[in-house]
């Protein structure tokens, strides 16, 4: 079906851009969905119509055709992702891979950084470059981390939104819904500076004669902004200048760190589902592990049966001195 080849395409540009996927893998992605595809086809049905009921029975088909668990586990994980990606882009108003166990293979977290791997980043975007450059890239990664923003909503951002000093940015995301996402003090102080540097070299391109810009971040590209493809290796530069793997960082690695230090530090899964712009709570929950861990040490911080063990363990050494 052509709409299936479209959204395959779609999909596997957005992949290559926002996470970097290498080549091989975008292959295995395409020939693992490819195959879904052929099955549906031969069932009569599209991407655009399947239900849950249909990949469930794919899987099953995997099974009777022999597939070892880690194949099949790989092909519903490209399942699982691609309809994501057709929920966030508005392709379908529902994701019917969402409720789907994996055949052995659990939901794990995101690779993500740590909060002074973020710190090399953007201390590296403060240094690295020219002025002008380091005033955007400095920005741009304030930005991405403060907010937890897509990488195509960060880079499309239009200039309007971020007049005022706002504290509050208003994000369009995929599929067109809105979200308003509080900005940090940092983040607040490097647009601000950034502003004026975009707002003088666009002062300069009008006495050229040349269009002003509606974006945060223009180019004179065909997009008329900075594309995921050049931040995407923007943040590999920044990240061999901090000190940082390149092979840990992607744009969509700094949206999971944003998450994660989040939850980490105590804030609500709700609320970070509506920072993320996730429609389901369901998509959010893959950073519960760190929630689970947070709990676990507020029981044995403050429960009295852990106050007991602990008193108990440690009573032969302190027994003496009460």
Not at 166 to 177: D, E, V, Y
Not at 238 to 244: D, F, N, Q, R, S
Not at 278 to 292: N, Q, R, S
Request: aromatic residues 6%; contains cysteine; glycine residues 8%.
């Amino acid at each position: 079906m052509s709409s299936d080849r479209h959204w395959l395409s779609a999909f596997l540009d957005a992949h290559a851009a926002e996470l970097g996927a290498a080549q091989n893998t975008l292959a295995a992605y395409a020939r693992d969905l490819g195959d879904f595809t052929d099955w549906l086809g031969n069932q009569r049905a599209t991407l655009a119509v399947a239900s849950q009921q249909d990949i469930e029975s794919y899987l099953v088909h995997c099974d009777a055709q022999g597939l070892a668990k880690s194949t099949r586990a790989r092909r519903l994980s490209a399942i699982k992702q691609l309809y994501r990606f057709t929920f966030d882009e508005g392709l379908r108003e529902d994701n019917p891979a969402i409720r789907i166990k994996g055949p052995g293979r659990d939901r794990t977290l995101p690779k993500t950084l740590s909060e002074q791997e973020v710190d090399r980043l953007l201390s590296a975007a403060r240094t690295h470059g020219r002025e002008t450059d380091r005033l955007r890239n400095t920005c741009l990664m304030e930005l991405l981390y403060a907010t937890g923003m897509r990488v195509s909503e960060l880079v499309g951002l239009p200039v309007a939104a971020a007049r005022g000093d706002p504290n509050l940015l208003l994000i369009k995301g995929k599929g067109g819904k809105e979200r308003m996402v509080p900005l940090s003090p940092p983040a607040r102080a490097a647009l601000t500076e950034w502003l004026k540097a975009r707002d003088a070299a666009e002062d300069l391109a009008r006495q050229d004669g040349k269009a002003t810009s509606p974006f945060l971040f223009p180019s004179r590209g065909k997009a008329g902004h900075l594309t995921r493809h050049r931040f995407y290796m923007l943040i590999k530069e920044l990240a061999v200048a901090g000190g940082v793997s390149p092979a840990k960082v992607t744009p969509h690695t700094l949206r999971h760190a944003f998450a994660t230090h989040l939850l980490a530090n105590g804030a609500d899964l709700r609320a970070i589902q509506t920072l993320l712009g996730h429609a389901d709570v369901g998509t959010t929950e893959i950073y519960t592990h760190v929630l689970e861990d947070r709990l676990r040490d507020l029981v044995q911080e403050h429960h009295p049966l852990a106050k007991s063990t602990r008193r108990n363990s440690g009573g032969n050494t302190s027994s003496d001195g009460q």
